[in-house]
């Protein structure tokens, strides 16, 4: 493995708009780390995206600290650097507020935010070295809701002002954006024993003003361009990827 590879960590990546990040990554010839707790997940997608000997799987729950530093760790004695860090890695628990535990709330906010402030603590050292640069996965919901989802609303919101807070604290040496994907539809994305073909109607296409539900790969090109020199003058932000969804007003 030459140490000139460029290196991705990316969290939640055995499934989902994670793995399809991990899968676009591959195609640029950068060398993935993805991070999961889902080991079983984590090793198919090691089957059936690592055969180059590109892409390496370690088990990691973001939300314990010591396993956070011993996926760095382990990620720079294997490939010698970090270039860029997804923090990607998201659980929902929907419960109606007075029945949703203090524990429960705790659990969403351990993984879906203090999982990207640990992430970033310990890959931030690396990541100066090499210039990379951290991107943030929140949600539409960081900015409206449904019902009963005020632990996974909180902690989105949460990334999107942490991820403020880490472009001021990080750069110019490390940039931090954000992404945050409305409707996607990561079914395709799924491990095998779970994995479901999509059933959309033409009602949940139309719902969005650019005509359709999202795709992973929406998200996963728009990281890529984040992480590019290209997107040298980005930080800071948080760019909306939902097809104009949240832009609409609703009338009934």
């Known amino acids: 493995m030459s140490h000139n590879t460029k290196i991705a960590v990316i969290t939640g990546g055995a499934q989902g708009i994670g793995k399809a990040t991990a899968l676009a990554f591959l195609k640029k010839e950068w060398t993935v780390v993805i991070a999961d707790t889902d080991r079983e997940a984590g090793e198919e997608t090691a089957c059936e995206l690592g055969t180059s000997g ?3 799987f370690i088990q990691t729950d973001v939300s314990n600290e010591e396993q956070v530093a011993k996926l760095v760790k382990q990620t720079v004695h294997r490939f010698g650097r970090i270039d860029a860090l997804i923090n990607n890695a998201g659980i929902s628990i929907s419960k109606p ?3 949703l535990s203090l524990e429960e709330w705790n659990r969403v906010l351990g993984v879906n935010l203090s999982g990207a402030f640990l992430c970033a603590k310990h890959a931030a050292p690396h990541l100066r070295k090499q210039g990379g640069s951290i991107i943030n996965i ?7 809701s449904e019902a009963d989802t005020e632990a996974y609303s909180a902690s989105k919101g949460g990334i999107a002002a942490l991820t403020h807070a880490l472009a001021i604290s990080l750069g110019p040496a490390i940039r931090v954006n954000c992404i945050s994907p409305g409707w996607i539809e990561t079914g395709p994305w799924q491990k095998s024993s779970r994995a479901s073909a999509e059933t959309l109607s033409e009602e949940d296409h139309l719902q969005h003003p650019a005509g359709r539900v999202g795709k992973a790969e929406d998200i996963s090109s728009l990281v890529l361009y984040l992480v590019s020199p290209e997107a040298s003058f980005l930080t800071g932000s948080n760019i909306i990827a939902d097809g104009g969804m ?3 007003m609703i009338y009934s």
């Open 54 to 56: 590109m892409l390496k």
């Open 138 to 144: 929140a949600s539409t919901r960081a900015f409206m």
């Open 246 to 248: 949240t832009r609409k």
């Open 97 to 99: 507020l007075e029945s």
